[in-house]
T-cell receptor
């Protein structure tokens, strides 16, 4: 039973394209997140949703748009991809806001 | 000053030794502290959380917190090659509700030599 799952695991695309990453959790948590981990392993929160409502929106280009259709799902859509968007994107969930994080397996995005 | 600082390593210890991983943070109002382990190519997983000053032990792992010195550490006793990974320190800075922040350090790479 996978607790937090993401698709796809790998994403290779050209600059300027639009892509989406999907995330689902079956832990019954109300809060979900998107993180970006760059090549230097620095892990940073991008967004947090609590029960479908956007709670945290860090300084992220508006080319990134999260969507939460229900509290078990959080998707990330990225428009006009740039080289600097290449990173590993992790979805996570937690019982309470910013408490213990349960991470998905990650999506490695490579922009060519 | 970075909000959460860790020595990037690598920290190399022989099998069976004690590995000591350190983390300092800038915000005195921080209340919650977490240690995550991340194997290469995998996602972070929680090792331990600590909220009060002092030591917290769980098996071979001990977290130590000193809020006055703004310092949190993780000790791994009887280190095993399977402990080789990057250890991420995370600090929750409480400003109230949605303004709270969870900041990760850049991690310390631990290498346990057989």
């Amino acid at each position: 039973d996978t607790a937090v799952s993401q698709t796809p695991k790998y994403l290779v695309t050209q600059m300027g394209n639009d892509k989406s990453i999907k995330c689902e959790q079956n832990l019954g948590h109300d809060t979900m997140y998107w993180y970006k981990q760059d090549s230097k392993k620095f892990l940073k929160i991008m967004f947090s949703y609590n029960n479908k409502e956007l709670i945290i929106n860090e300084t992220v280009p508006n080319r990134f748009s999260p969507k939460s259709p229900d509290k078990a799902h959080l998707n990330l859509h990225i428009n006009s991809l740039e080289l600097g968007d290449s990173a590993v994107y992790f979805c996570a969930s937690s019982q309470e806001l910013l408490d213990t994080q349960y991470f998905g397996p990650g999506t490695r995005l490579t922009v060519l | 000053q970075k909000e959460v600082e860790q020595n990037s390593g690598p920290l190399s210890v022989p099998e069976g030794a004690i590995a000591s991983l350190n983390c300092t943070y800038s915000d005195r109002g921080s209340q919650s502290f977490f240690w995550y382990r991340q194997y290469s190519g995998k996602s972070p997983e929680l090792i331990m959380s600590i909220y009060s000053n002092g030591d917290k032990e769980d098996g071979r792992f001990t977290a130590q917190l000193n809020k006055a010195s703004q310092y949190v550490s993780l000790l791994i006793r009887d280190s095993q090659p399977s402990d080789s990974a990057t250890y991420l320190c995370a600090v929750r800075m409480d400003y109230g509700g949605a303004t709270n922040k969870l900041i990760f350090g850049t991690g310390t790479l631990l290498a346990v030599q057989p």
